[in-house]
């Protein structure tokens, strides 16, 4: 196969395409295949005839559609959904602890002046006076590989996905319809919802509201699952206790 790498050449890559064998060409006319590693739909060429198909290095594409680049009668694109799922998952791990322990908080303070406060309302993943729950809404790839990030601190996972069919490290699956049902329980809410018609504003005033107090909320899916302004307005009544966004 003759691929095209642009408009940045990965140099990783290269060596993992090249060493399967396939060769890379200096444009878009000499090659069958075209590695999209631009993000944004503007900065991607004009496709020629040659191409069979594109790889393109990202999980959304939302844009390329909206666009027209990727149509129903289009040129086949690939995305690199599955790609992400540890550091993903990794990210999501690292807001839930940093929010849980006040490390902004602590670090705007610069001083421990504020360590008698933030203890007192500072939370655990760990298993004190019974395992902590953690809802996970959207549970895939990311989701699954954040369950096995979970697992030594004993946590209580209830795992969301579309059809509530069980998924393996979680101790309750339910399907995205029952998710009322654990808004309450949850002492951290992780989504990882893809942005669909059916997930747009997901996340608004009722489900904030449903939450404890003492929940935070984590989002490593998609920005516009949340309802913005919903989620500012839920944090700064106290509604809940914090979030952590990386969308």
């Known amino acids: 196969m003759r691929y095209f790498m642009g408009p940045d050449v990965w140099a990783a890559t290269v060596a993992d395409i090249d060493a399967a064998g396939h060769d890379r060409v200096e444009s878009l006319e000499e090659a069958e295949v075209f590695v999209n590693t631009a993000s944004d739909p503007a900065q991607t060429p004009e496709i020629p005839d040659n191409i069979k198909w594109v790889q393109y290095c990202f999980t959304g594409v939302n ?30 791990l690292g807001l839930m602890l940093s929010q849980a322990h006040h490390h902004k908080a602590f670090a705007l303070a610069k001083s421990w002046s504020v360590a008698r406060e933030l203890d007192e309302s500072q939370a655990w993943l760990y298993d004190q006076q019974g395992p902590t729950r953690v809802l996970i809404v959207g549970a895939g790839g990311i989701g699954k590989q954040l369950m096995a990030y979970l697992a030594p601190s004993g946590v209580h996972i209830t795992a969301v996905n579309r059809s509530g069919r069980p998924v393996e490290g979680a101790d309750v699956t339910l399907p995205i319809e029952r998710v009322d049902e654990a808004w309450a329980e949850a002492d951290f809410v992780v989504s990882i919802l893809p942005a669909t018609a059916a997930t747009e504003a997901f996340f608004d005033v009722a489900a904030f509201r449903a939450m404890k107090p003492s929940a935070v909320f984590v989002n490593v899916g998609r920005g516009s699952t949340v309802v913005t302004d919903d989620l500012v307005e839920a944090l700064r009544s106290g509604e809940i206790a914090g979030a952590g966004l990386e969308v």
């Open 63 to 92: 844009r390329h559609i909206d666009a027209g680049l990727i149509r129903r009668d289009g040129l086949p694109w690939c995305n690199s959904a599955g790609a992400f799922a540890k550091p993903v998952a990794e990210s999501a």
